[in-house]
């Protein structure tokens, strides 16, 4: 990630439409255009964005379908991941659980679990937990977005660190060998990054589509996942790569989707 507050903010102003000229950005930011070249040629050689004459593009950037059009997606795969996720959590765990589609579909296979302890920013995922079976349900403050029901910004995250759980459920959009895990939002990003550090392990749930794609914005380092639960085994290049940053690869079973 960036080192500079500036340079995240130069990606969050890139997000929604992919690119911006350096003036408006300059602009935008109040400071000099010379400054944000600068910022630029780093965000460049860490391969987030291509530098353009007078402007920059988000590298890889593509609009992200809405998280009814994700949930839909791929459901049998995803609900194999789920129930196969599902059952390394045993009754009374704490977990935290991200915005993701696939992690929603990890919320319903635990809805037979017990006095469950989970902290979330996703309403889906509250709506599916709360008030059953004894668990007790933390849903992250702030605003909620439109199109996915989450909630991000400095108050969720500032939530978010005052637990520290057993296993934090996280969503990829994108799994390659060169970067890892990835997502298309910077904020989801940061959000994955605090509850990684709260949590005793971190797993990410992702189907075998996912495999070789890039999105601009890398989660974390590989090392810091403990596991990558899918539905089908990753290339050999992502399998080398998975296995020397020690991330256990567990197949979610064919079955009845």
């Not at 255009?33 to 460049?44: A, D």
């Not at 302890?117 to 702030?142: C, E, I």
């Not at 890892?180 to 605090?194: K, T, Y």
């Amino acid at each position: 990630m960036p080192a500079s507050q500036r340079e995240r903010e130069i990606l969050e102003l890139l997000h929604d439409s992919g690119s911006g000229r350096l003036r408006d950005l300059s602009q935008r930011l109040n400071v000099s255009e010379e400054t944000i070249r600068r910022n630029v040629r780093r965000l460049e050689v860490q391969g987030l964005v291509t530098k353009v004459h007078g402007g920059v593009h988000l590298k890889d950037w593509g609009p992200e379908a809405s998280f009814a059009q994700r949930f839909t997606q791929n459901p049998a795969a995803k609900r194999r991941i789920a129930r196969r996720l599902a059952a390394l959590i045993h009754d009374g765990a704490s977990l935290f659980l991200d915005i993701g589609s696939t992690t929603a579909h990890v919320a319903e296979a635990l809805r037979a679990h017990r006095d469950l302890l989970v902290v979330t920013n996703s309403l889906a995922v509250a709506q599916t937990l709360a008030a059953r079976n004894g668990n007790r349900v933390f849903m992250a403050g702030g605003e909620l977005r439109s199109h996915d029901g989450g909630s991000f910004g400095a108050e969720a995250l500032a939530f978010v660190r005052q637990f520290q759980v057993r296993h934090a459920v996280l969503s990829a959009a994108a799994v390659n060998a060169r970067a890892g895990f990835m997502l298309h939002d910077l904020r989801e990003a940061e959000f994955s990054r605090a509850i990684i550090e709260q949590a005793d392990e971190a797993i990410i749930c992702a189907d075998a589509t996912k495999f070789g794609l890039v999105a601009p914005i890398r989660i974390t380092d590989p090392a810091a996942i403990r596991r990558l639960v899918t539905d089908a085994l990753p290339p050999a290049d992502l399998a080398e790569a998975l296995a020397a940053a020690g991330v256990e690869v567990l197949i979610a079973s064919p079955g009845r989707g």
